[in-house]
């Protein structure tokens, strides 16, 4: 990126011998809409409370739009946050909070209630200017903490696992407002989640984060086609890990040695280190269970081991001959009478595509 | 187990779980019956003598110990009248504001910093504040006694750092001893209110200031002061309402400046042999205190509810 909007350059954070955020390096685009995404533990909050300033990082700097955020303290930096347990004041009411932050811009009356307004209907809560925030469900005090920290027009606004508390359809909908919010108001947006569905559907790039590092930082589709590891890989969505022996490191499009599978071709040999164990990563969609032999290369025979029947889909589990561990297949219920078949059938067919497999160096 | 004893058995269950459901039902009496014996003794030491003082308070004192029980409001005109009486009501609040003013200002950063900036041991630093309590409430008042006295410790003090040449008269048997003497001695009563609501503040609430552009103050005034507020009204109150009545401590560093109202309460149940009048003073110190607490309470609530 050249663009850096914010720029993080070899920020530590260590709390005595533990390294909670280990040098980061990571730039974001100015507009992006950008996740941390990893589980409990991994520094991802820590490195998000750097970026407002409420820690100083042992190392490294922070730079927002050219500007090192080194002696700039968190109450004059150009950011905003929408924290986890959303932080409203319940000694104000609604219109006050949202307010809250403009007394230092000197508004006339007549501007801070346009304001407010103007805030109130981007998320949705016209009409609730005088409630306090124990009348509000906690869908509702969300949208009042993003009006909050948006009224600021901030450059920059952080958001700290801000739905992890709403229940599961309120998420999926605030999901949606949030990205199309972002793209309307085109500020810049790093959120940190653990949920990975949560960090697909909304992000331009992720950084999927684990021991206080970025292992990769990707668009959601490049995360989830081509992980560049057997973390990344396990984290984002289901996979099959097969181990597998390199046979040719020359350069092209690499063929490697998987167990129970034979010679297969895979899709990043070439990328791969030069290491001599790695292991071969498939996607439980990617593998298509026939009753009858099919036409192409790409094929083996298995056995039904398990069936779970999922409504718009079912997985399988199915194993093959010279493989240990068995493979999850998941498909599409299009036409319920073969899927039916398939449950049903003991010996069966497992097809691929050419690039449905990736090459991993096995690290765990 | 013939079908006839079942029948007896199914009809008698309900009739002795009775007392049961009806235990079961209603809240409120089992609360009466938590509070029971609380309410017991209540009733035996505060509420019959309470009603002795108001029935007194009408009655006029004759010679010896005998009353006149005709009704008469004679003590509470001359409670209301007689300068003397309003010269002590009104002093006697204002010590007691005072007082009440200074401890939760001396309070104040004491909780805060215990509940903000201390990390570790903080049932130690709480413990340490009630150390005053360790002992005796009139060798507190006798210690300020030695501090503030002719040949105190102040006064030696300065007189040895040649500050002055003769020892100070103003320290002690005045008003103002009363208030640092009353402030010291009721110091925690205001911090652990104080403490308690500064702790259970949510600290994000204070990072949710700091984000929106205040500074260390402004976030001390917007958000820490009025989420603090129940404290300091309860600290107040809880001060304000003793040290009215304190009597201990205006007659040991008063002086007759420092004379309160229940000094005077105290002289017409002993020397002065007016027990009436002594009930109708009592009885119309507490009426002012509570009129004053409740408006004071009704006015807090209302102000905050204004902050902005």
Sequence with gaps: MTDAFISLRGITKAFGAFKAVDDVNLDIARGEFFSLLGPSGCGKTTLLRMIAGFETPTEGDVVIDGVSMSAVPPHRRPTNMVFQSYAIFPHLDVAQNVAYGLRRDKLDKAEVAGRVGEALAMVKLSGYESRRSNELSGGQRQRVALARALIKRPKVLLLDEPLGALDRKLREEMQLELRTLQRSVGITFVFVTHDQEEALTMSDRVAVMSQGKPIQVASPRDLYERPNSVEVADFIGKMNFLPCRRLNGSGEAGEVEADGLGRVPVVNGAECPDVATLVVAVRPEKLSLHADEPAGALKIRCRMQNTAYLGDRSHYVVSVDGLERALAVSAQNADPEAARQLAGGASLWLSWAPDALIALPAER | MTSATSATLAVDAPRASAWRRLLMRSEALRGYLLLSPTLLVMLGIMVIPMIGMVVLSFWTQLAGNTFDNAFTLKNYADAFTRDMYRILFVRSLGISLLTTFFTVLLAYPVAYYV???????????????????????????????????????????????????????????????????????????????????????????????TDLGDGPVARFFRVVLPLSLPGIIAASVLIFIPTVGDYVTPSLVGGTEGYMISNAIQFQFARGNNWPLGAALALSSMVIVTVIVMTYVVVVRRLTARIG
């Design chain 2, 115 to 209: 509940a903000f900036h201390v990390k570790r041991h903080k049932m130690v630093w709480i413990i340490l504040m009630t150390l005053p309590f360790w002992t005796s409430y009139l060798l507190r008042v006798f210690a300020w006694k030695i501090i503030l006295g002719y040949n105190g410790a102040i006064n030696s003090g300065l007189l040895s750092l040649g500050m002055i040449s003769e020892p100070l008269t103003v320290l002690l048997y005045n008003p103002s001893a009363v208030v640092i003497t009353l402030t010291h001695a009721w110091a925690a009563f205001a911090i652990l209110p104080i403490y308690v609501s500064l702790e259970k503040i949510d600290r994000s609430l204070l990072e949710a200031a």
